[in-house]
């Protein structure tokens, strides 16, 4: 049983010693640690979270200069391919131009030869049927 002497005074007053001297030995100290280790958490917490928007912020960035850089280069192909057509459709023309200036030419050609050999074909006609006639009728033709 318990009994209520100068013995229970004794072990309150221990109590009460002991926590005084496990506040300042153990209690302060642990809390003054957890203290700094809370501060340090808090700093590095906020730290990660600065490092992460200024990576958001670099990324953004990036991507928008790879968009300006895509937009760029689609202006570019485009200029080009342009370019290339406007070249494509000039020497066409020019080539089409030759050829038909090439089939004029041809043409003309053609025309002065067959003529020509119209002309010699009309003189030789003219001499054969002569022969033909002479040889048909056995003399000569007036």
């Known amino acids: 049983m318990i009994s209520v002497d100068w013995t229970l005074g004794l072990q309150f007053l221990n109590f009460i010693i002991l926590l005084i001297i496990l506040n300042k030995i153990l209690y302060r100290p642990l809390k003054k640690i957890m203290a700094e280790r809370h501060e340090t958490l808090t700093g590095l917490h906020a730290g990660a979270k600065a490092l992460e928007a200024e990576i958001d ?22 200029k080009l391919r342009k370019a290339a057509s406007e070249e494509e459709a000039k020497l066409l023309a020019e080539a089409h131009g030759k050829a038909i200036s090439r089939f004029e030419a041809i043409k003309s050609q053609v025309a002065n030869e067959a003529g020509e050999a119209g002309k010699t074909l009309k003189t030789e006609a003219k001499s054969l049927a002569e022969q033909i006639s002479t040889k048909i009728l056995g003399r000569e033709l007036a």
């Open 57 to 78: 912020e670099k990324m953004q960035r990036y991507q928008q200069q790879l968009s300006d850089a895509k937009s760029q280069a689609n202006e570019e192909r485009n």
